[in-house]
């Protein structure tokens, strides 16, 4: 303690002078956690306008621009289809963009909800006086004085402490408050003592104590800076769809350029080229794309899908934290309680007359209660004041016995002692129920090793045995069981005191002890734990079918986390750590051979020793792992090490501790309820339940999701084959052009948004949960398979049937297919107004663009028809259409009734011809994509025949996306 | 490191020795795969042929299915030059004009009374010349009605050699685009075409003169059957001659069709139903 007045050059009982104060004040700065240097938002929205797809739109959108001046200049006024287009373009651009920035502003707010941790007030003794100051002002060396009740302001070495305890949960996920006294018991900060941090709850008790760290230096404010540290990872789907976005824009470039460079060589004007650069990438720039997954696919549940290895923090996602009566032991017998949430489970029985006495003690020698006026909620959600244990126990006999306050009432306490360290038992004495019996009952509770001590005799089946060698063998091996299960185990035993020696008014001394306290009578342990939630084994062994790994990290001890794991299932039955076998064989461990074991439970401190090398090791050979007592940057550690090995990892934690590895995860999933803010503002995905279960149903929709995406993707890059393939026809052979760019961008961003959307809701076509999580680098978003199935079969259909009715219409209105072919000169000469067609009928200029726009619209009408055709056959991959049924996704269908309206809308609505560039066209050419429509479909079916039919063969392998 | 890493892979890729893969496939592989696509292509290739080959038997050899597009034929003039309607001449200088002359010339070559009287037969005028097929028995090839050269008189380029460009009192021919089956002029009322100044100009236009008179375009030359059954049609013309327009400076004139059942063009198209250019007469006097 001098050491800590020399450090900090203060005084144990006057504090710091307060100019003092104020001079490390200035040098130290505001006691706060600060928020850490953010990319400024302009440059964040800056970034979403710059993708590799916009990027290209920018500058489709400045040829245009350039496009339009020079028709401008040459004062032709009649064209401002270029304008127009730009200015779609940008728009789309910034449109997009607005989505991906606020999609990203959600999730950017970390620091913020650190700042709502600190505590406003601080009870603070300068000059040797206690002020009360805003706690942003506290300094290093400071003396303050925290009650129950209080955040801690600071870290903060503990110099007095009348049974000061604190909740260090959301710390280290110890889910036991932590008694805080002036002892050092510790080397490691986190584990001794003396030190109580910043920003946890003092449950109970008074402290003073001298700041030894404020603002960012605390442990608190390191983790902070760890977690703002660790890079955001990107969610595996947010990988994927920038894959796919490179493989795209770069496709773009390659055709564009490709094409630019030939119609150079064709002989076309340089402006020329360049217009038909944009127009190809205007054509295969698939713009609707972005907006469709931005709005429809990127709820965070799509990131999970792809989870292989979950690490799951065990304090309160694992468990309910809530300690709770496990077992009891008995009448020489263990029974279990009821542990689940809701009390559903078996009861044991419940009629010894041992049970009774050892109920009495258990509700009498308690000082928790209830906090009045809960009488309409269940009695496991009750809040109740009082350490765990205590509120653990008190439950428990409301539950069983009845009415505990009540019954306490009936038996008077006259005197209690506490619990204290040194004698590690709690005892009280009471009046008896019965107001003729005149004894005092005496009840005591404590260390199960400390109470027989005291004990002579035990109670078995309401009768008093001796207590023999055999009854202490017993109880130790009920002991070791109850303590190997990783539960808390407590010892009860009472006594009667002789009404001759104790007479009523007696006055018992609670510091002297002027009563027996040995040779009392056993009653029973009783062991708490933490339990598992009911739906967590279940969820765990989902998992497990889905072949994900489900690692438990957590910071309480071994014994405890190894026994929940097993409890759960995340050490399955029969399987065996290191340790374990060793046991069996009476081995020692060293010999043991390392791959036997399928279970292993690392602690925080081997985890230390280990080099990442062994980490991966470990990890790879055995499929159950624990890794116990664990600091946030050993979670930090066991994360990158996962996903070092290829995994995609998905970290559940709900405190402080976890939101680095939360962070660091592919998915970091925070709880709801009991999640500190870090954690939900590091995680990418939030538990509103906080229950495991939901990152299984988690996983579930997130592959269905997956699974439709990939059919929307499917879909929606489908149809910019027949887009494109107008604009190389018409540069490659000269036609008229079939397919203009603003038709283009109403297929993209009008007619087939609604239709890739309603692929979302689309039903799993199979159990999807008893398939292998994907691997991230083989199966991608967008593999080869689908691209060249969309592109170069359907796709290709698709341009058939598109040309096919341009062909038609053209044929019908007198230009005849050959005649068509190297028109194109003449068709857009300006001051060419008789032209003649195939009949010998002369045409004027606008004429001919009248029949173009005729022409754009009966291509679009059939990519139209097509996509009808290609949206059914996405529905599924593998089942037929007729299995999965046609009208089950009722947004589908609306979909593609809205779509065909509003295909019928844009060619129908008077003053489209002139506004862009649609036709009222004969209802004829509706039809004549049909059969095309329908090849696709039968094709398509024909094709998941063969996928059905001869798994794994060159048919599967080729056609299966 | 990485992108070592990277490198080798791409290598790996493009060939690889071990498993003999070239961009990721085996020979026999792409070979499955080219066969694949031969197959499939040609059949959709042959789709296509076959819609396309169905399409085209569904069209008359004679007539277009639809004439949506058509419903106001256009109007031409004639000369032209340089892809502009603008006639810019200088009266004393031959060059300046001897182009236009040499233009319809040309133009008018195929009007000529003797190749019309070989070709072509005499109608009766002021009435539809009307040649039905009989049911399945077509009428073809159809005969075309004589359109002579000497029907534009002094814009005949017979008489006056210029067509009036030496004198500066200039011929534009004006001729209406062919469109099948069009039945101009209601009550046999024929059409006939009608020129004024824009705007500004009407005083400078002076007088017109129009061949054949009164710019009437005569019924028999319609209707139109099609290149194929009509092989020697001749298109009806109507020559305008400026007589005194103002010289040097431009005169905007619009000519345009009168029939009753031919529809006044929409706004956009500016040669549906009527024409405009711009005649400018330069003169050193």
């Known amino acids: ?961 | 490191m990485a992108k070592d890493g990277e490198k080798s892979d791409w290598k790996e890729f493009l060939w690889n020795p071990r498993t003999r893969e070239f961009l990721g496939r085996t020979a026999s592989s792409w070979g499955l795969i080219f066969l694949f696509y031969l197959i499939f292509y040609t059949c959709l290739a042959g789709m296509f042929a076959l819609t396309m080959y169905v399409m085209l038997q569904t069209l008359d050899e004679h007539r277009p299915t639809w004439q949506d597009r058509l419903s106001t034929p256009g109007l031409v003039i004639r000369p032209r030059a340089d892809d502009t309607f603008e006639i810019v001449y200088t009266k004393e200088d031959t060059e300046s004009w001897d182009l236009y002359a040499q233009t319809l010339d040309k133009f008018l070559q195929p009007y000529n009374d003797s190749l019309q009287a070989q070709k072509n037969h005499e109608c009766a005028p002021d009435k539809y010349f009307i040649q039905e097929d009989s049911g399945e028995v077509k009428n073809n090839p159809k005969r075309s009605c004589q359109f002579n050269r000497t029907v534009l008189q002094s814009c005949s380029g017979i008489d006056d050699r210029y067509y009036g460009y030496r004198e500066g009192q200039p011929c534009i021919i004006i001729k209406l685009n062919r469109v099948i089956g069009l039945l101009p002029g209601k009550d046999n009322q024929a059409p006939y075409v009608t020129c004024a100044a824009k705007k500004d100009d009407a005083d400078k236009i002076g007088e017109l003169i129009y061949f054949p008179p009164n710019g009437t375009i005569n019924s028999m030359y319609f209707p139109y059957y099609g290149k194929k059954a009509q092989v020697n049609y001749s298109q009806p013309l109507v020559a305008v001659k400026f007589l005194n327009i103002t010289h040097n400076e431009d005169v905007n004139i619009e000519c345009k069709i009168n029939a009753e059942n031919i529809p006044v063009g929409g706004e956009r198209d500016k040669f549906a139903g009527r024409v405009s250019f711009k005649l400018r007469i330069n003169s050193k006097n």
């Not at chain 1, 002890?513 to 342990?525: E, Q």
């Open chain 1, 1 to 961: 303690i001098e050491e800590l007045e020399m450090r900090y050059t203060t005084s144990v009982d006057k504090g710091l002078t307060s100019s003092f104060a104020r001079e490390v004040l200035e040098r130290d700065g505001l006691n706060e956690l600060k928020p850490p240097k953010g990319t400024p938002e302009y440059v964040k929205f800056a970034r979403q306008l710059a993708g590799g797809l916009q990027c290209l739109m920018w500058v489709a959108a400045v040829i245009c621009f350039i496009a339009f001046g020079i028709e401008l200049g040459r004062g032709n006024l009649t064209s401002f289809d270029d304008l127009y287009l730009a200015i779609v373009l940008i728009t789309v651009v910034v449109v997009t963009g607005c989505f991906g920035y606020y999609q990203e502003f959600k999730s950017t707010n970390i620091i913020a909800s650190f700042k709502n941790l600190v505590p406003q007030q601080a009870l603070v003794i300068r000059d040797g006086q206690k002020n009360q100051i805003n706690a942003n002002e506290l300094v290093v060396g400071d003396l303050v004085e925290i009650k129950g009740g209080d955040r801690v302001p600071a870290d903060i070495r503990i110099i007095t402490s009348q049974g000061c305890k604190v909740d260090n949960s959301s710390l280290t996920g110890e889910s036991e408050p932590q008694t805080r006294s002036p002892e050092c018991t510790h080397e490691n900060p986190l584990e001794t003592r003396n030190v109580a941090f910043f920003s946890t709850t003092c449950l109970e008790g008074v402290a003073t104590g001298v700041i030894i760290n404020t603002g960012d230096r605390t442990i608190i404010g390191r983790i902070a800076s760890l977690a703002s540290g660790v890079g955001n990872e990107k969610t595996p789907i947010a990988i994927e769809i920038e894959h796919f976005v490179d493989i795209i824009a770069g496709l773009a470039i390659f055709f564009g350029f490709t094409f630019f460079v030939v119609a150079m060589f064709i002989g076309y004007a340089f402006l020329e080229a360049m217009i038909f650069f944009m127009a190809i990438v205007v054509a295969y720039v698939p713009e609707g794309l972005l907006a469709t997954v931005t709005v429809s696919f990127t709820s965070t549940i799509t990131s999970v899908c792809s989870t292989s290895v979950i690490c799951s923090d065990k304090t309160g996602t694992l468990t309910q934290n809530r300690m709770t009566v496990a077992h009891l032991w008995f009448d020489n017998h263990v029974h279990a309680a009821d542990t689940t949430e809701d009390q559903s489970g078996q009861s044991f029985d419940q009629s010894s007359e041992t049970w009774r006495s050892l109920a009495r003690v258990a509700a009498l020698c308690n000082r928790a209660i209830f906090k009045p006026d809960q009488e309409g909620i269940p009695i496991p959600k009750r809040i109740v004041v009082g350490d765990a244990s205590e509120t653990a126990l008190l439950k428990f006999t409301e539950l069983t016995v009845g009415n505990t306050m009540d019954y306490r009432n009936r038996f008077k306490k006259i005197v209690e002692v506490p619990f204290n360290s040194t004698n590690k038992f709690q005892l009280s004495i009471h009046e008896l129920e019965d107001p003729l019996d005149l004894r005092y009952l005496l009840v005591m509770k404590g260390a199960p090793e400390r109470i027989l001590e005291r004990c002579s005799t035990i109670l078995v089946k309401g009768q008093e045995l001796p207590l023999d060698e055999q009854w202490s063998e017993s109880f130790q091996t009920a002991y070791m069981d109850l303590g190997g299960l990783g539960e808390r185990v407590l010892g009860f035993c009472h006594l009667y005191l002789n009404e001759k020696e104790f007479p009523r008014g007696y006055q018992f001394e609670t510091d002297d002890m002027n009563f027996p306290t040995s040779g009392l009578c056993f009653a029973g342990l009783i062991s708490m734990i933490d339990p598992p939630r009911a739906t967590v084994p279940d969820a765990v062994m989902k998992c497990r079918t889905a072949g994900i790994r489900v690692i438990m990290v957590t910071g309480d001890h071994p014994i405890t986390a190894k026994a929940i794991a097993a409890n759960v299932g995340i050490i399955s039955e029969g399987s065996e750590t290191v340790e374990d076998i060793a046991q069996r064989k009476r081995i020692p461990v060293e010999q043991v051979n390392k791959s036997e074991a399928r279970a292993c439970v690392i602690s925080g401190g081997q985890l230390k020793d280990m080099s990442s090398d062994e980490l991966d090791e470990a990890l790879r050979n055995h499929p159950e792992m624990v890794f116990a007592r664990t600091s946030p940057q050993q979670k930090l550690i066991i994360v990158e090490s996962c996903q070092r090995l290829g995994s995609i990892v998905a970290v559940t934690g709900d405190g402080v501790n976890d939101s680095p590895a939360l962070k660091k995860a592919d998915i970091g999933v925070a709880m709801g309820i009991a999640g500190s803010d870090a954690a939900k503002n590091a995680a990418d995905m939030i538990l509103l339940d906080d229950n495991f279960a939901s990152i299984v149903t988690g996983v579930e929709q997130g592959r269905l999701i997956f699974d439709n995406l990939k059919k929307s993707i499917a879909y929606t890059l489908t149809k910019n084959i027949p887009e494109l393939t107008p604009y190389l026809v018409y540069i490659t052979v000269s036609v008229p052009l079939p397919l203009g760019c603003i038709t283009i961008l109403f297929i993209e961003l009008a007619t087939d948004i609604f239709p890739s959307v309603s692929l979302a809701y689309e039903k799993a076509e199979s159990d999807i949960m008893h398939l292998k999580p994907r691997n991230p680098r083989r199966d991608r978003l967008v593999n080869e398979a689908l691209a060249v199935y969309s592109y170069f079969q359907i796709g290709a259909i698709q341009s058939y049937a598109g040309f096919t009715d341009y062909f038609t219409a053209m044929a019908q209105e007198g230009w005849f297919p050959l005649l068509c072919v190297g028109l194109r000169g003449q068709w857009e000469d300006v001051k060419l107004q008789d032209l003649q067609d195939s009949y010998g009928q002369e045409w004027t200029y606008s004429q001919r663009l009248y029949q173009e726009y005729t022409c754009y619209t009966v291509f679009f009408v059939s990519i139209e028809i097509c996509q009808i055709a290609d949206v059914l056959i996405r529905k599924t991959r593998r089942l037929s259409a007729f299995q999965q049924g046609f009208f089950r996704n009722r947004v589908l269908v609306s979909a593609i009734v809205f779509q065909l309206c509003l295909g019928n809308l844009l060619c129908y609505c008077p003053g489209m011809p002139n506004i862009f560039n649609f036709m009222p066209i004969r209802v004829q050419w509706w039809f004549v994509p049909v059969p095309f429509g329908i090849l696709i479909f039968v094709y398509d079916e024909i094709r998941k025949l063969g996928v059905r039919r001869h798994p794994g063969s060159w048919w599967d392998q080729e056609l299966y996306y």
